[in-house]
């Protein structure tokens, strides 16, 4: 399926090195790839652990010892053994040297990539920075909160990732801002995030689920009671509570409420019916008579819905929801009634991958308009 994968720009993508362009290229390649996925995240995993690195100088007396290492030999080696040429000692040496740099590099770049602060742009009115005033521009650390009132509206520079634009009447916290994790709290509110970063690099918070960004653009709105509405315009957004998880699509939405976590996710035109359906059975224990509904409203877009319903049900549903995804969208070969129904992983990740491409609706070239 992918003829060309993007291992090579994968380091640079993580870092935020590549242009928009590029970023939005690798980001596209990723939401259909597991294998550069993985390689992703493996990359993630060296830049935790270069993260743990302690920082500290080179000992005064390293060159010093790396020459007498290098004059040690065993006295049964000749004399031309124990006095090797010159040019493989300037080798040795400077490949040592080499190992010195790049190990401090690593050490200062994890260093100093930790907890910069993020710049605030006052859009209007008169936003502020834990009751502090920012005038046009100021900066938030973290554990600080940025509160709009209903007048005021800011812009965030997620570190070189993205940007968040805050809403009137808005709390937003910076909870943590690290080469492999970006992390805000919304705790009331509505916000606007566009993202050009690697998959689950950049999270939000909120009272009943926490939103993980796949590259994207998207809004999310929190009310007083904590409930929160997730919509997609742009890319992918997966909402997660424990071991709850909704993935939305662009022209998707998905509500969470507290205690809960995340509903089922639909996209903007599902019908009325199937909405009000659905809101039924996330939130409100609706049984038989509200699956039918959504069962008889849902088209070959609902799939989506229909596919994240089947581990929220029991074995009976389940076999209703079978049946009709399988009438809009064939399963491929190796997927079965009977594993549906039981929940086999394997060939539930098999359809959804068939499906994905009829979930997958927005206009690629409102990156460049996003972006630039």
Known sequence: ???????????????GELGPDESRR??????????????????????????????????????????????????????????????????????????????????????????????????????????????????????????????SRAQLKVANIGEVEVEPNSMVRLVKTQINEHRIELARGSMQARIW???KLFFVDTPSAVAVDHG????????????????VTMGWVALVLGGRESMVPAGGRCNTRPGIGPGTPYFDDASDKLKTALASLDFEGGANDALSVVLAESRNLDTLTLWHLLPHLNQPQRGRVYDRMAALISPPGGVTREGVINLDQRMLDGWREEMRPTWQREDRSIWKKLLG
């Open 26 to 151: 690798v980001a596209e390649h990723l939401l259909g790839c597991r294998r550069c996925r993985k390689e992703l995240d493996l990359i993630k995993v060296g830049i935790q652990f270069a993260e743990q690195i302690v920082h500290a100088p080179a000992p005064a007396s390293l060159w010093s010892d790396i020459v007498a290492l290098l004059d040690r030999q065993p006295s049964a080696r000749s004399a031309k053994d124990r006095n090797p040429p010159r040019i493989w000692r300037t080798i040795a040496l400077t490949a040592a040297a080499v190992i010195v740099i790049s190990a401090g590099f690593v050490t200062w770049y994890a260093f100093h990539s930790k907890d910069a602060p993020w710049q605030v742009v006052n859009l209007s009115g008169n936003p502020t920075i834990n009751a502090g005033s920012i005038g046009g521009e100021g900066n938030l650390r973290v554990g600080e909160w940025l509160n709009t009132d209903g007048t």
């Open 197 to 199: 970063a690697p998959p």
């Open 1 to 15: 399926m992918f003829k060309k994968h993007v291992s090579r720009e994968l380091s640079a993508y993580c870092q």
């Open 216 to 231: 994207c653009a998207y809004t999310l709105d929190v009310d007083d009671s904590g409930a929160t509405m997730l919509h």
